[in-house]
Every structure is written in structure tokens, then in C-alpha cells.
């Protein structure tokens, strides 16, 4: 079974980062996303970024410029790097991984990922 596990949450002030990571294991995908989302209750959970294997990133909007996702392909590891915290990036974050579609795209849809780990909550004040 594929595996998951999010770390690096917790509390801090505006204007301060944090370092998420995900470590993933369980699956034999050649060619694959790993998505990063965050929810807060009771909203639609959001896409933020996502990395192929390679370690190809992207982002939405509103992150560009702050959050950095990379890779760590020997480790099977990826990280969120969330810099210049603000009150409205609190929520709690997840990593989603899928096998990559035939386009060859990795998308920041939450429907288009099936496999998900249990999240991490971030909360800036």
C-alpha cells in the first residue's frame, strides 16, 4: 500500500517559515505527482503545489515567491518550504501522491489524487 506521512507543523508568527515534509513509500510508479494541499474547516481543500519525479514544481498563485517544493529522490522524501507566513496559510496541510496521467502533467486537483497522508497543521498568528 502506498504511504504518506506528513511532519514539520506548528505555530509561528507572521512573517516566519516552517519546513513540511512528506515521506512517501509503498508504491512502484515510474512516473508520478506528489501534491501538497491545505484545508481549513469547512472549506474545499486547496491545491498549493506539486512535484513530478523529477522534482519539476508547481504552484498556485498565491504561494508563488514564498513556498518552495523540492525532492529528495534518494530519500523517496519531498518538502514544503512555506516562507513569509501569514495568518491566511494556517490550515492543515497534506501530501497526495498519484501515478502521473498520460499528459504528463501534475495537477493541484485534491479529486485527482487517491492516496493521502494524514496532514500537518499549520497555524500562523
Known amino acids: 500500500d502506498v504511504q504518506l506521512v506528513e511532519s514539520g507543523g506548528g505555530s509561528v508568527q507572521a512573517g516566519g517559515s516552517l519546513k513540511l515534509t512528506c515521506t512517501t513509500s509503498?508504491?512502484?510508479?515510474?512516473?508520478?505527482?506528489v501534491g501538497w494541499f491545505r484545508q481549513i474547516p469547512d472549506k474545499d481543500r486547496e491545491g498549493v503545489a506539486a512535484l513530478d519525479e523529477d522534482g519539476s514544481p508547481s504552484y498556485t498563485n498565491s504561494v508563488k515567491g514564498r513556498f518552495t517544493a523540492s525532492r529528495d529522490m534518494a530519500k523517496a522524501t519531498q518538502y514544503l518550504r512555506l516562507n513569509n507566513l501569514q495568518p491566511e496559510d494556517s490550515a492543515m496541510y497534506y501530501c497526495a501522491l498519484e501515478p502521473k496521467r498520460r499528459d504528463g502533467n501534475c495537477y493541484l486537483y485534491d479529486r485527482m489524487y487517491n492516496n493521502w497522508g494524514q496532514g500537518t497543521q499549520v497555524t500562523v498568528s
Open positions: 509503498g508504491y512502484t510508479y515510474r512516473t508520478f505527482c
